[in-house]
């Protein structure tokens, strides 16, 4: 029997209407596990996938999340938590999220001090894609290189390097938790800066899936892209898979101490005196000053003091050391009994802050016990701060319970590398670093309390810190400097804080955004902005 054209119409688009009420009836998860068998080679397992409606999700979430502010139950959580177990799965994951409509967000370590890699304050829904699964770490010392996964952490790959050789190392981050994804694309700094510089100096290759879904290498990416992703903040560009690192030699005994000293002890003038030499000294010697209140254990007088804790690696044996002390900060007093001669690597874990007997195999454990309500900023200092100032420092410190500041001596290397090299732009005429750290651990309750106190302390340090910009680290980041908004990631506003990361490498690094991700497909709060298509010749 054949059908009349009105009810052969009539038919169609009652199918046409079952198929549209079928498909909008499928999660977002099914549509996005459906798109990556599709697309991905081998397939996806269902484990892969893990949603809100899972007994594992919390603590998948809060696996490698550092910052409690941002596992509140008043903060929005992504639909699903995908962790890929090939690069192909994180290809895949890339063209469905553009596919589907959903935003994505990408986590390696979770050390990112505003939780951007695992919360999204200005869209939802959105997904993580957590690349704690892809973790190899191969280490070629006859080529002094390594490539490592962006889901390993620093303490993983250091390790490794020390599995093989005993005097070889990497100059990175002193957090041994951290995700070498995330961690190099904002810098990584450590113990070995002011001789050999960051971390992303010593990058020698990359891997990153760009918003096609492509793998490129540095010959693929070409110059500019690898220039942005070796310290321009992550998640921009791209997802870093892996990174070929250099390595440099270590000596396979150096030294480390720490001496504290309070303010009975005369703390303030020795600091002054530590802002005048530490950019100075021998680029083998690194010593940061580890600030915070303490008991002053006296009966009378003040309950609390202020300790200042001088924590230092150098690349060398005890009597070397003693003689560089001797000729550029006697003041510190430093004597034989306070240096250990170590290992490289066992000098990895007493800047880590673990018991002096602990085996290096702790490493390989990857994530940090380290977790707590926190919020950070960070300063550089272009010429010392005064013993005045310092003791009004010193006042606003004692009025905090959990406070610490934490400096980190730059020079050496760090002033030799010029500052459009790569996007950190933080080199020469910089003395130290500051970071403002303040923790609680009474999830909301006091938090407004604690962030106008390190507001209004940051306030306080602005004479004495670097100006016009006042610069920032783009790993310790800082919503306070300003946020992309919705579906608007104006170069204007974005400006606002990302010459206070980068400087004048900025604009450069808009001009490749806008280059490679002209729709803006890989955002956060604080990502590069692409120009409009109609500005992309005239701002920049």
């Known amino acids: 029997m054949k059908l009349s ?53 919390s603590s998948i979430l809060q696996s490698s999340a550092q910052n ?18 090939y690069e192909s799965h994180v290809q ?58 962006a889901g390993a952490t620093i303490g993983e790959v250091y390790y490794r390097i020390a599995e093989k050789s005993k005097i070889h190392g990497f100059p990175a981050g002193l957090c041994t938790s951290l ?85 009975e002890q005369g703390a303030t003038k020795i600091l002054y005196r530590w802002q005048q030499v530490a950019d100075k000294l021998d680029e083998n010697l690194f010593i940061r000053v580890i600030i915070q209140p303490a008991s002053s254990g006296q009966k009378t007088g003040p309950k ?16 070397k050391l003693l003689q560089v002390m001797q000729q550029s900060f006697p003041e510190l007093g430093l004597t034989k009994n306070d240096c250990i001669e170590t ?19 702790i490493l390989l454990k990857g994530k940090s016990t380290f977790k707590n309500y926190f919020k950070a900023k960070s300063d550089f200092v272009k010429k010392p701060i005064s013993e005045t100032a310092l003791e009004g420092l010193w006042k606003r410190l004692l009025a905090e319970d ?62 004495y810190v670097s100006k016009f910009p006042r610069e920032a680290y783009v790993n310790y980041r800082d919503l306070d400097l300003g946020m992309n908004k919705k579906d608007n990631t104006s170069f204007v506003q974005a400006s606002v804080w990302g010459v206070k990361y980068f400087k004048d490498n900025f604009n450069r690094l808009v001009r490749v955004k806008t280059k490679v991700d002209p729709d803006n497909f890989f955002r956060h709060e604080q990502s590069i902005p692409p120009l409009p298509l109609e500005d992309h010749y005239n701002k920049v």
């Open 68 to 85: 409690l502010r941002y596992l509140e139950p008043s903060k929005p959580k992504p639909e699903f938590i995908f962790t890929p177990l």
């Open 343 to 361: 290992s490289w690597i066992k000098s990895v874990l007493y800047i880590g802050g673990f018991p002096s007997n602990t085996p290096p195999e």
């Open 179 to 263: 995700g070498v994804g995330g961690h190099i694309t904002g810098g990584a700094y450590g113990t070995m800066m002011r001789k050999y510089g960051l971390g992303a100096d010593n990058v020698l290759d990359a891997r990153i899936i760009d918003v096609n879904g492509k793998i490129l290498d540095r010959a693929a990416m070409g110059e500019d892209l690898f220039w942005a992703i070796r310290g321009g903040g992550g998640a921009s560009f791209g997802i870093i898979l892996s990174w070929k690192i250099k390595l440099v030699p270590v000596p396979e005994t150096v030294t480390v101490f720490t001496v504290m000293k309070n303010l």
């Open 304 to 319: 609390r003091t202020i300790t200042t804790l001088y924590n230092a690696v150098f690349l060398g044996g005890t009597e």
């Open 5 to 57: 054209s009105n009810n052969y119409i009539l038919s169609l688009l009652s199918l046409l209407l079952l198929s549209a009420s079928f498909t909008t009836s499928i999660s977002v998860e099914d549509k996005f596990i459906q798109c990556l068998n599709l697309k991905s080679e081998p397939s996806i397992p269902l484990s892969t996938v893990c949603t809100q409606n899972e007994s594992t999700f």
């Open 402 to 463: 959990s406070p610490l500041m934490i400096w980190n001596p730059y020079g050496g290397q760090m002033s030799k590398i010029p500052e459009s090299e790569t996007p950190f732009p933080h080199r020469n005429g910089t003395l130290f670093k500051i970071q403002y750290v303040i923790t609680w651990y009474d999830e909301e309750k006091n938090e407004t309390m604690h962030m106008d106190w390190i507001r209004k302390l940051y306030n306080y340090m602005a004479p």
């Open 92 to 149: 895949a994951s890339v063209i469905c999220a553009k596919q589907i409509g959903i935003h994505l967000r990408v986590r390696s370590g979770g050390h990112d001090y505003e939780g951007l890699s695992y919360v999204s304050q200005i869209e939802t829904p959105f997904v993580i894609v957590d690349l704690s699964k892809l973790r190899s770490i191969n280490v070629d010392i006859v080529d002094n290189s390594a490539w490592i996964q």
